[in-house]
Structure formats: structure tokens, C-alpha cells
């Protein structure tokens, strides 16, 4: 998929979010893109304005991609060459409360991108989907697991996958797909109390509240530092045998929740603070295999949970807590989880 003309503009949706900031940032230094317009596109639901980074070929827009109407402007003006999409609500718990709202940007606003980048023959489309397509099942989840998604969310982002199979078929449209989990890090938005659980205890815990944990914490996840999967996502327009293809990418270690409360209450040498709320529906182990992703890109750099932790503990204090977020909109209340309500 490599290219050997000038590339006149890209778009990232999401890109004042957490992983788009970052990703941002890494495709800022590839060669390629070093004659590149950057359209960072974000409603700022989720991100921050100040996570864009301050650069002349960065131009912000502020607005959603269920606008198609925007995104139809931005596409007549720009004719991206490439696309990278990461906006999305990613509280796959809260997302059983708020089925509308979920399928409205997570899925609906997808596909108005993807119209758009089929009618001006988009080179390349870079999508951020989740290991919660998966749902339950044995682990290590694998690419060829046959998806079983369990909440709204993990269903949209599936369904997502499966329409740019339908549009390379139909229109040749072109696509990479990644599946990140649990990921971590600097421009994270602690103050989302729905998801980003690292962001969460940081927060917590910093305004002298116990870090809370649903059921018994014995679950399993393969915490994810972000400098370790974000160049590679960027780049991947320019690897071979990357063509609409689906990628695990994350941390092969899986640590369980209660190990992870402990590890943040070191990285911020505070005591060790917990409140045990009651089980919510969620898979209780989700870790992925990276074969795959190893195979095409390479070997991957994994980051210690303890090294990052520190790092991003060091932000936090820096950057300062976050009041927690309240969503305005619960569309469905019958069994919200007390700590939500």
C-alpha cells in the first residue's frame, strides 16, 4: 500500500481524544506525511483542544461525524487521501443504558465517513475498533475468533467492520483495521467515570476517593501503554500485506483489576484505597493474541504496566483531576449500575 506521490491531506476523526492525539503525534513525524495537511475533526465530547498538537500543517475542526453534512464539506475541500477514524464512545458498559446514542456515533457516524471516502476514492481507510466485537469467549482472543459481541457497543463497532468488508467488495475501498484493548496514558480523560478504568483509579484516588471495582476485580486484562501501539497504527497505510485486514494490537501480559489498583496506588505512593461495587454484565477475561500484527508489522515494543504507569502517574499530577462526568442522556435506567444512577 505503499504510495510514491505527494500526500496532500489527511483526515483523523478523534484526533483531540486520547488515542488520536497520540497517533497524531506519531504520523506528524513519518516521512510521508511531511508535506501533509492535518484535518484533526472532534465534538470534544470525550477529548480536549489542547490535546492537538501545536504544528502549521494541523488544522482543527470542531464538529461530529454525524454531521454528514461537515463531513461531506470537509471531503469536497480536502479530498483526503487518507482517513484515519478513531472518534467513537467507548464506555462498553454504559452502552447497554444508551443504545441510541451508541448506534448514532459509533456506527451511523462511521458510515458517513465511509461514503464520503468512497466517493473520493480515499486511498486508505485507518479504522480503531475494539477487542469488545469478541465478547465472551476463550483466551487469548484470536482474529479468526468468530465475533460474539455481548454489549452495544462491541456490536456497532462489528457491524462497522463488517460494511468496510461490503464496501472494499462493492467499491474497492481499502481499509486496515485495528482492535486495541484497555489502553492507557498521557491525554487520557480522567474524568470520564464510564471508562478508561487506569484514567479512573488515578483520578479517584488522587482526590482522596477509593478506586472503585466492580465485582471481585479478578479480571483479566492485558493493560496497554499507548507509545507502544500508536506509530504503529499510523503507519499502517504503508505496510505490505495490510489490505482489509483485522489486527489485535495491545499488551500480551494480562493483569487483573485488583493487581492493576495496586500498581496505580504505587506508581502515585498513595495508600491503597478500594470500594467492591456490585457486578456489572461485562466479559470477565479479554486478552488478545498478537501473532498476527507480529507476523506483518514486526515485533512490537511492550512497555512494563509499572513503567508506564509511573510515567502517566507524573502526568496526571501535573496535569490535574478531573471532576467527574455525569452523562446527561440515559436513555434506559432499568438496571443502570448503582454507581452510575
Known amino acids: 500500500m505503499a504510495t510514491t506521490t505527494a500526500i496532500k491531506s489527511i483526515l483523523i476523526t478523534g484526533g483531540a481524544g486520547f488515542i488520536g492525539s497520540h497517533l497524531t503525534r506519531k504520523a506528524l513525524a513519518m516521512e510521508q506525511f511531511r508535506e501533509t495537511t492535518f484535518i484533526i475533526l472532534d465534538d470534544l465530547s470525550g477529548g480536549f483542544r489542547e490535546n492537538v498538537p501545536d504544528d502549521n500543517r494541523v488544522q482543527f475542526v470542531a464538529g461530529s461525524i454525524t454531521d454528514n453534512e461537515l463531513i461531506d464539506k470537509l471531503f469536497d475541500k480536502h479530498h ?8 467513537a464512545y467507548a464506555a462498553e458498559g454504559l452502552s447497554h443504558f444508551i443504545r441510541r446514542f451508541n448506534y448514532t456515533n459509533n456506527l451511523i457516524g462511521s ?96 482526590q482522596g476517593q477509593p478506586m472503585p471495582i466492580f465485582g471481585d476485580g479478578e479480571q483479566l486484562r492485558a493493560f496497554t501503554y499507548i507509545g507502544d501501539i500508536a506509530g504503529l497504527m499510523a503507519s499502517a497505510p504503508f505496510v505490505e500485506r495490510v489490505e482489509n485486514q483485522v489486527f489485535n494490537v495491545g499488551a500480551d501480559h494480562p493483569s487483573s483489576v485488583n493487581e492493576l489498583a495496586q500498581r496505580v496506588a504505587e506508581a502515585l505512593n498513595l495508600p491503597l484505597e478500594t470500594k467492591y461495587l456490585a457486578a456489572r454484565q461485562e466479559v470477565k477475561f479479554a486478552y488478545s493474541d498478537h501473532t498476527k500484527v507480529v507476523d506483518v508489522f514486526g515485533p512490537q515494543q511492550e512497555t512494563s504496566l509499572e513503567e508506564w504507569l509511573a510515567k502517566m502517574a507524573a502526568w496526571v499530577r501535573q496535569a490535574g483531576t478531573r471532576e467527574s462526568q455525569e452523562f446527561s442522556d440515559i436513555e434506559i435506567r432499568q438496571n443502570l449500575p448503582e454507581s452510575w444512577a
Open 80 to 87: 483526503f487521501d487518507y482517513v484515519y477514524h478513531l472518534a
Open 111 to 206: 458510515v458517513n465517513l465511509l461514503n464520503a471516502a468512497v466517493k473520493h476514492a480515499c486511498k486508505c481507510f485507518v479504522y480503531t475498533s475494539s477487542i469488545a466485537v469478541y465478547g465472551p469467549g476463550q483466551v487469548p482472543l484470536m482474529e479468526d475468533t468468530v465475533p460474539q459481541p455481548e454489549d452495544p457497543y462491541g456490536i456497532a463497532k462489528y457491524a462497522f467492520e463488517m460494511d468496510l468488508k461490503a464496501a472494499y467488495e462493492m467499491f474497492g475501498l481499502k481499509s486496515v483495521t485495528f482492535r486495541p484493548h484497555n489502553v492507557y496514558g498521557e491525554f487520557q480523560n480522567i474524568g470520564d467515570k464510564y471508562r478508561n478504568v487506569v484514567g479512573i483509579f488515578m483520578n479517584r484516588l488522587l
